[in-house]
């Protein structure tokens, strides 16, 4: 029985003894026990997840003039703790940081290199004219080099294995300039500059980008606008005094009026010069697979060496017609842009409300495919009198139907009233001029709007057939009917037939001397 009460206490002292929780064991842990820096300046995270609160200490304790914690305690669960470390002047220098958690600890080794060393033993500064040249570098190094230059008109020639450097500066054409290459230890922190300064034009003394020059001025009505811009052109041409881009702007205005009617109406025009900055030279594809940077994305067509196709950035064009005070480029504004390049191309991109980019290049071609001839037939022709093209490119070929329902639609915006699809003198749109005795040459002429048959012209002559400096008198008639309407004065046939004093066409076509025809200028590009 003693027995029996004996265990029956001890069952009870067991029960009882269960109902205390159980000891919790600190734990504390670190996601990495090791961190090495280069002898530069730096900062690294790591993760500290604990079951308490924990503090972080530093051996040794000097070891704080060099190495810095973001934190020194935290609390239960996940924190981020930062390790950084100060650039390295000495020797090779390691601490240990400690954190605790009640009982438990864990340990991180931090370990930063010894200071490298790079020292330039050559000249460290260099001056350039514009015509640009070479220069060398040799430095001592007790450890791998990287080398950054700041522009890429900075280019290293030879160097790294000797760490001797020759590096190439290439001429300016654009303002001064000033670049440098740093030589620095890789993942270190010894570095050392060369400087290098290059002559080039003032700001003060070049036309800046966008800025506008107005080349003439309206004296008459309420102004027609006409803008010029070129692409391709760079600083160099843009030096007041002597600039070449204003010349060029400046001698595509004299061929835009050197033809009637624009000749005898030239006072209703305002004329402005808008600036236009490219990186470099030229014109993309000239030749076909040169790549040049310029403002507008000017290029010509790739895939055919006789196409005349061009294109343009024509919203960035548009853009920069907006620098001109007062300016809309959405109501009847024409815009030339001059490419710098003499090849014989051309396109003119025209919108239903008015608004055109004519693109012409400084053509240095033989007659009629000169400059002045891709002024007139671009910008004189489809941008402003926004006149359909004449060639009989399909000769043997009657119009399509579907070439005749688009016309009719470009028509119904005041475009392409020079050609017409019937022979009806009674009907055609020149009908008033038929039968004129100032105007014997006027009737209807088959052929035109790139075929050779179902499509009349007013005359056998014209700017639109062959870039010859001599508009019909239809197109005249609608050149200056649309000048007055832009200007704010009324107009009529009678008017013009007053004014027009202009001599039929006598001159044979255009004498060649054994030059060949050039392919026909590309159609516009016409947006509604």
Same mark, same amino acid.
């Given at each position: ?50 079951t ?46 400690t ?65 001797n ?7 300016n ?73 204003r ?9 835009f ?32 697979g ?15 060496? /006789? ?7 024509y919203?960035?064009?548009? /853009? ?31 919108a ?52 005749i ?12 009233? /020079? ?8 009907q ?101």
């Amino acid at each position: 029985m003693k027995q029996f009460f004996f265990l029956l206490f001890v069952a009870l002292l067991v029960a009882c003894g269960s109902d205390k929780p159980a000891k919790v064991v600190d734990s504390v842990e670190v996601s990495t026990s090791e961190i090495n820096f280069t002898d530069g300046a730096g900062s690294r995270s790591l993760y500290v997840t604990s079951t308490v609160d924990w503090t972080a200490s530093m051996a040794p304790s000097d070891a704080s003039s060099w190495l810095s914690l973001n934190v020194r305690e935290g609390g239960k669960g996940k924190t981020t703790l930062s390790i950084s470390v100060k650039a390295n002047t000495g020797d090779a220098r390691t601490a240990v940081v400690t954190v605790t958690a009640g009982e438990a600890y864990k340990t991180i080794t931090v370990s930063q290199r010894k200071a490298t060393s790079l020292t330039i033993t050559t000249q460290k500064e260099f001056d350039f004219t514009t015509t640009g040249g070479t220069f060398s570098v040799s430095l001592q190094s007790d450890a791998t080099v990287n080398v950054t230059m700041s522009d890429p008109w900075i280019k290293q020639m030879t160097g790294k294995a000797t760490n001797n450097y020759t590096y190439k500066v290439e001429a300016n054409d654009g303002f001064v300039r000033s670049g440098t290459v740093i030589f620095k230890t890789l993942g270190g922190s010894a570095a050392d500059t060369v400087k290098i300064s290059q002559a080039g034009y003032s700001p003060d003394d070049c036309y800046a980008d966008r800025e506008v020059v107005k080349l003439a001025s309206a004296t008459k009505g309420k102004g027609v606008d006409l803008v010029l811009m070129g692409d391709g052109f760079v600083i160099k041409d843009m030096v007041k005094g002597d600039s070449r881009y204003r010349r060029a702007m400046e001698q595509a205005m004299e061929h835009f009026f050197a033809i009637e009617p624009y000749k005898s109406n030239s006072d209703y025009f305002n004329v402005y010069m808008v600036a236009a900055i490219s990186n470099q030279s030229g014109i993309t594809h000239d030749p076909i697979g040169k790549m040049v940077d310029t403002r507008f994305k000017s290029k010509f067509d790739a895939t055919d060496a /006789n196409s005349t196709r061009t294109e343009c950035d024509y919203a960035l064009v548009e /853009n920069y017609a907006t620098s001109i005070p007062n300016i809309d480029p959405r109501k009847d504004l024409s815009v030339i842009v001059v490419f710098n390049s003499t090849k014989y191309a051309g396109t003119c991109s025209m919108a239903s409300d008015g608004f055109s980019i004519a693109m012409c290049p400084m053509s240095t071609l033989y007659y009629p495919y000169d400059f002045r001839g891709l002024i007139q037939h671009e910008a004189g022709g489809h941008g402003f009198g926004r006149l359909a093209d004449e060639y009989k490119t399909n000769a043997t070929q009657t119009v399509p139907s579907s070439d005749i329902t688009n016309a009719r639609k470009w028509q119904g915006y005041g475009m392409y009233l /020079n050609v017409d699809f019937t022979n009806d003198p009674t009907q055609v749109l020149w009908k008033d001029f038929i039968g004129v005795a100032k105007y014997p040459q006027v009737g209807l002429y088959q052929g035109g709007y790139y075929y050779g048959y179902g499509v009349w012209r007013a005359e056998q002559n014209n700017c639109m057939i062959d870039n010859i400096p001599y508009y019909n008198v239809y197109c005249r008639y609608l050149i200056a009917k649309r000048i007055m309407a832009i200007a704010g004065e009324s107009y009529g046939i009678a008017s013009f037939m007053a004014a027009d004093n202009v001599p039929v066409w006598a001159g044979a076509p255009p004498v060649r001397s054994g030059n060949p025809v050039m392919p026909p200028l590309a159609p516009p590009v016409i947006m509604e």
